[in-house]
């Protein structure tokens, strides 16, 4: 295959500077290299690479000698690069650059640069948490980027979520990060780490007065994606946490119920609005005739008679509604057929 410049993958890896041995560099000349040692009585030996071995042999001797030189830390980006998990090369280069006092912006670039070979590393991201905490509030604006940039490529990276969050609480940066999550929602309304992130904004921001203050907007917006797109659990999930420690709140709140029985009533898509009619009626919800007539139109005619007798009233009616409701889930939510049987068990026996 030809490059964007016409050369051939051969031509490009003849142009790589060839690795040169470390036992055959001038300035490991004085170094005696050190060998792993396995033990006299090695159960099952790694057979590793020429190149690895030799690097790994001259970190111990710089490690174990508490080597702390340039050539040492050029050694650690050698040895990473051949085991980007090695979490003692990684601890040993962080005191390097401590002790040589180097710039680390130019770290954050090293860093980088190992993040597009292998990004799900966690002794990379603890690394560079390190770095960025070194620098401070200057960090901040390149580490939100260099997190976009990957989240880009992969919406729902946890160690790049994680570091986000980090970094806002850290380095700050608040301000954007709301817009910054109804972009993502908008680009992919089913992506649950831009739900779960949003969730975190409005619940740690120290600009938007927490999840009170925040309530009404957010349930308005919960709503409208929710009326789009049904079937997304993830919405369903974020407005049920806007009442995080208020359930009669959640249960008294009109739009909730309202946006169900809209739902409902399209006979489409309605597993989540029906299990979440469920969840309202167990924690004492009082089901009105338009949600009642709306369940009534979902039975399915072969389910047990007996769960679909609806003639009586108070709360009985209700017990009756919620099993009635337990048995349609049973057949449209077919994977989770025995957690709703469960569901069913524990409602409360019939007077």
């Known amino acids: ?44 030996q790694i057979e590793y690479t020429e190149e690895f071995a030799e690097v790994m042999d001259y970190f111990r001797a710089v490690y174990l000698a508490d080597e702390r030189s ?5 050694l650690t980006a050698e040895a990473v690069q051949f085991n980007s998990g090695n979490y003692t090369v990684w601890h040993f280069r962080r005191l390097l ?12 670039e090293f860093v980088e640069h190992m993040a597009a070979g292998n990004s799900k590393n966690y002794q990379l991201w603890h690394h560079r948490r390190w770095v960025a905490e070194k620098l401070g509030p200057e960090a901040r604006n390149n580490e939100l980027e260099f997190t976009k940039k ?6 729902k990276h946890y160690h790049t979520w994680s570091h986000r969050q980090w970094v806002l609480q850290a380095l700050g940066g608040w301000e954007d990060e709301l817009n910054y999550c109804t972009q993502l929602l908008e680009e992919d309304i089913f992506n649950n780490s831009a739900w779960n992130q949003r969730y975190f904004v409005i619940t740690r921001s120290p600009f938007l007065g927490g999840l009170k203050a925040m309530r009404e907007s957010e349930v308005l917006y919960t ?3 929710i009326m789009a797109y049904p079937e997304n659990e993830s919405s369903w999930r974020y407005l049920r946490g806007l009442y995080k420690g208020e359930t009669t709140s959640w249960v008294n709140d009109p739009q909730v119920s309202s946006v169900c029985l809209k ?13 979440t009619i469920l969840d309202l009626i167990c924690f004492g919800y009082q089901p009105n ?11 399915i005619a072969d389910m047990d008679k007996q769960n679909l007798d609806d003639d009586e009233r108070g709360g009985q009616q209700n017990l009756n509604i919620a ?14 057929t025995n957690y709703w049987i469960w569901r069913k068990s524990r409602l409360p026996p019939s007077a």
């Open 1 to 44: 295959m030809a490059s964007r410049s016409g050369e051939t993958e051969g031509e490009e890896e003849q142009q790589k500077p060839q690795r040169v041995p470390l036992k055959e560099r001038l300035e490991w000349s004085d170094v005696t290299p050190v060998p792993q040692n396995d033990g006299p009585n090695s159960v099952v």
């Open 70 to 74: 340039p050539r040492a830390l050029a």
């Open 97 to 108: 650059l401590e002790s040589l006092k180097v710039d680390l912006h130019g770290e954050l």
């Open 150 to 155: 990957i989240l880009s490529i992969d919406a």
């Open 223 to 225: 709503i409208e994606t």
């Open 263 to 275: 739902i409902l009533r399209t006979k489409s898509n309605y597993l989540f609005a029906l299990s």
């Open 289 to 299: 005739e338009d949600i009642r007539d709306a369940i009534d139109a979902l039975k």
């Open 323 to 336: 099993r009635n409701i337990c048995s349609i889930l049973e057949q449209v939510d077919p994977i989770r």
